[in-house]
């Protein structure tokens, strides 16, 4: 089962766009435009993939020793740092989705409603926490697997349907109900089964630092003067990143946050210290 998931998972990354290229109007354009938003709407999915790969084998090791409290607390910490870090790409993708587009060229623009689609539906696999990793692990992989069925049987069904009066915007939707439902159902799986949830108190932080450097960005695009382009894309990601960031040291780490922080630079700085030894005996 957990290998079906796999390849499903997989086909289903392939599945819209040859969608949309074979069933929407003016299929060339629509499947171009759609491909392009997408491709920014999933850049948050990469943060996913690199906690994932930290979190299975942890969350596997304290599963199997039945160490719960310590699972649930690597849970909700996996949680909260899946949300903080892809949260600012979300906000950029919905406030400053023409500038975006613009990277591809001009006529790439009118996809800006797709790409707010598309990266509400990304918000459902960074905002729920790694639920599908907990469901495989916690050896309930014949579930993950059925959910993934019924996740595809329902977007092909929405395709089918929206794609051909609709196009690209149809295909989003889909997709949209589609990360609803693939987000969703394991989070509630997870909590009636293992009784653990994603989120902690200080959830709130990240999304208030994201709502206002997203605002913020707004009035120093606006204010000086920038049409919709590669420019003011550039401007409004510098300034996100710039408050969001300051924002958060405002607000506060807490003391699992500063914990994390700790373990990532000190696995930098021992990166570094060992590539400076191999120098030095390089070198001699």
């Given at each position: 089962?957990?290998?079906?998931t796999?390849?499903i998972?997989?086909?289903?990354?392939?599945?819209?766009?040859?969608?949309?290229?074979?069933?929407?109007?003016?299929?060339l354009?629509?499947?171009?435009?759609?491909?392009?938003?997408k491709?920014l709407a999933?850049?948050?999915?990469a943060?996913?993939?690199?906690?994932?790969?930290?979190?299975?084998?942890?969350?596997s090791?304290?599963?199997?020793?039945?160490?719960?409290?310590?699972?649930s607390?690597?849970?909700k910490?996996m949680g909260?740092w899946?949300?903080?870090?892809a949260f600012?790409?979300?906000?950029?993708?919905?406030?400053?989705?023409?500038?975006?587009l613009?990277?591809?060229g001009a006529?790439?623009?009118?996809?800006?409603?797709?790409?707010?689609?598309?990266?509400?539906?990304?918000?459902?696999?960074?905002?729920?926490?790694?639920?599908?990793?907990?469901?495989?692990?916690?050896?309930?992989?014949?579930?993950?697997?059925?959910d993934?069925?019924?996740?595809?049987?329902?977007?092909?069904?929405?395709?089918?349907?929206?794609?051909p009066t609709?196009?690209?915007?149809?295909a989003?939707?889909?997709?949209?109900?589609?990360n609803?439902?693939?987000?969703?159902?394991?989070?509630?799986?997870?909590?009636?089964?293992?009784?653990?949830?994603?989120?902690?108190?200080d959830?709130w932080?990240?999304?208030?630092?994201?709502?206002?450097?997203?605002?913020?960005?707004?009035?120093?695009v606006?204010?000086?003067?920038?049409?919709v382009?590669?420019?003011?894309?550039g401007v409004?990601?510098?300034?996100?990143?710039?408050?969001?960031?300051?924002?958060?040291?405002?607000?506060g780490l807490s003391?699992?946050d500063?914990?994390?922080?700790?373990?990532?630079?000190?696995?930098?700085?021992?990166?570094a210290?060992?590539?400076?030894?191999e120098?030095?005996r390089?070198?001699?």
């Amino acid at each position: 089962p957990a290998w079906g998931t796999k390849i499903i998972e997989n086909i289903r990354a392939q599945l819209f766009p040859l969608l949309v290229g074979s069933v929407a109007p003016r299929a060339l354009s629509a499947a171009a435009a759609f491909v392009a938003s997408k491709r920014l709407a999933v850049a948050p999915g990469a943060i996913n993939v690199a906690l994932n790969q930290v979190y299975s084998p942890m969350g596997s090791n304290l599963f199997m020793q039945d160490r719960r409290i310590e699972l649930s607390t690597l849970f909700k910490n996996m949680g909260k740092w899946s949300f903080t870090l892809a949260f600012p790409l979300f906000c950029l993708q919905v406030a400053f989705p023409k500038e975006l587009l613009s990277i591809f060229g001009a006529d790439f623009r009118s996809a800006d409603t797709t790409l707010v689609v598309l990266a509400f539906g990304m918000l459902f696999n960074f905002g729920t926490g790694p639920v599908t990793t907990t469901l495989i692990m916690s050896g309930r992989s014949r579930l993950a697997l059925v959910d993934y069925v019924v996740v595809v049987v329902v977007e092909i069904a929405l395709g089918l349907w929206l794609i051909p009066t609709h196009g690209g915007l149809g295909a989003a939707i889909a997709l949209l109900v589609g990360n609803a439902l693939n987000n969703g159902v394991p989070l509630w799986q997870v909590w009636s089964l293992l009784r653990v949830h994603p989120y902690r108190r200080d959830h709130w932080k990240p999304a208030a630092a994201g709502l206002v450097a997203v605002v913020i960005a707004k009035l120093v695009v606006s204010g000086i003067g920038l049409s919709v382009g590669v420019l003011a894309a550039g401007v409004a990601v510098g300034v996100v990143c710039f408050v969001y960031l300051g924002l958060l040291l405002i607000l506060g780490l807490s003391v699992e946050d500063r914990a994390a922080i700790e373990a990532l630079t000190a696995g930098l700085r021992r990166g570094a210290k060992k590539g400076i030894a191999e120098d030095s005996r390089g070198t001699t």
